[in-house]
């Protein structure tokens, strides 16, 4: 992964791409449901086709009283859910698949976090199991395709095993391209196989459950479906949040991690001098910054690429953040207007024994088109324990190397409870570059200079 900035070997760009007109255009994609309304029935299809309707959306889902929206998951921020109850638990109709789809080429995606408990192995977690001429749908155990006749019998069943029930997020992909299947977990290639037989007529879709009380337990976020197979670096992109050379614009910030790395040392480590928020100073909101045991209270600390001693003979080196502080660090839109790409995110702590070194904070990201608006990008808790000193790294990567976020104009840290009540924080990376605008986008990119970004830049995630 890159570790270095390259800030200004692009800013050519700006000024290269006004010059012609052109317009982005939803080819292959068929639907697209974000899921991030937050209350109400309805889940709109952003790609112009049909509207999902919730069902039970009051009562029937993993949200505050059974309601099917969560608007705070610490990954994807506003979620649609459904509780697992095959009667009473929440799901969404979101139309059909023609018979020219199922029997064309066709990619589905979508992200989900299934949970371990009330869910069937057979439950409909995407697609359909009644009420057509045979199914294809995701399961909590398999991704399943049964044409016609009546979905069984056929040569041309298959069965492919897939969804963790991890009670963690993970984005997947079936890609049908003639007659053979390809399957992606996180954007990694699965299994594939091949297949004989079609569909005789038109199968309901369906997300998180189905009308025939197929339905598990879990989150659901971003559902999207194409009449063209797509290639594993096309998946990869949107599973990134991109959706731009189908039409949507840029993606949203939040996208799944992973697990983190953590590290723990008595010696030090070696930290970024040359990252995205070097040398930047924090606005600091909530508890302020109290310079304990001779520490620091000056935010500036924590990006001038330097851990200091290991031992804390110098604490000058050192912040010790309370209970309740944010840190805010506003990127450089004067020189790149567009935003960054963050593509990894450490921090460190270190402290003379193990009574202060925990790391525990919240890391949010705000978009070029709406800087007042934070969304969750991870949520960080790592304590080592029995070294004196005690030095611990958190490494924040996308699995597929890829951007956690995009657009990005500000990013802040949002310290919850700390260890003994605060603790000692010694450096803040924020890796990444410039984003690139898409080609497409040459003539828009006049209209979004001119207008504060407003327009091409506009989030996919609706507002109300």
């Known amino acids: 992964m890159t570790r270095h900035f390259s800030r200004w070997t692009q800013l050519a760009l700006a000024s ?261 928020i070097e040398g930047l100073s924090a606005t600091v909101t909530g508890t302020a910054l109290g310079g304990n045991e001779g520490t620091s209270s000056n935010p500036a600390v924590l990006t001038n690429g330097t851990f200091g001693p290991a031992d804390m003979s110098s604490p000058g080196e050192v912040v010790s953040i309370s209970n309740d502080t944010t840190l805010t660090y506003q990127l450089d839109l004067v020189a790149w207007p567009y935003g960054y790409d963050i593509t990894g995110i450490d921090s460190y702590s270190g402290w003379r024994d193990a009574g202060r070194d925990r790391q525990a904070f919240v890391v949010e990201v705000a978009l070029v088109d709406d800087l007042a608006t934070f969304l969750p990008l991870a949520d960080v808790v790592y304590n080592p324990s029995g070294l004196s000193p005690s030095d611990a790294a958190v490494f924040l990567t996308d699995p597929m190397g890829g951007a956690l976020a995009q657009h990005v104009g500000a990013i802040r840290f949002v310290f919850g409870a700390q260890e003994n009540g605060y603790a000692g924080y010694r450096e803040l990376d924020v890796f990444g570059d410039i984003t690139i605008v898409p080609e497409p986008a040459t003539l828009g990119l006049l209209a979004a200079a001119s207008c504060g970004l407003g327009g091409y830049l506009r989030r996919r995630r609706r507002t109300a």
């Open 16 to 276: 290269a791409v006004l010059v012609a007109a052109s317009s982005l255009s939803q080819a292959g994609l068929t639907g697209y449901w974000a899921l991030d309304e937050g209350s109400g029935v309805t889940a709109v299809n952003q790609a112009g086709g049909t509207n999902g309707t919730i069902a039970n959306d009051a009562t029937g889902g993993l949200g505050t009283g059974g309601n099917a929206w969560i608007t705070n998951d610490a990954f994807r921020g506003t979620v649609c859910s459904g509780n697992g109850n095959d009667t009473g638990g929440a799901y969404i109709s979101a139309g059909s698949m023609s018979q020219a789809e199922m029997n064309g080429d066709f990619t589905w995606a979508f992200w989900a976090n299934l949970q371990g408990s009330g869910t069937g192995g057979n439950d409909v977690v995407l697609g359909n199991r009644f009420n057509g001429p045979g199914w294809s749908k995701f399961t909590p155990s398999n991704f399943e395709w049964r044409p016609s006749p009546s979905g069984g019998g056929s040569t041309g069943n298959v069965d492919i095993a897939d969804m963790p029930r991890d009670a963690g997020w993970h984005h997947y992909a079936i890609v049908k391209s003639g007659s053979s299947f390809q399957y992606y977990i996180d954007g990694v290639a699965g299994a594939s196989t091949s297949f004989t037989g079609t569909f005789n007529g038109a199968i309901p879709f369906f997300i998180g459950g189905d009308s025939g009380g197929e339905r598990p337990a879990g989150r659901y976020s971003e559902v999207a479906t194409f009449n063209e197979a797509l290639t594993q670096t096309q998946v990869q992109t949107i599973r990134n949040g991109d959706f731009t050379e189908f039409g949507l614009g840029s993606g949203p910030a939040a996208v799944h991690l992973g697990a983190p790395t953590y590290q723990a040392s008595s010696t030090g480590f070696t930290v970024a001098n040359n990252d995205l």
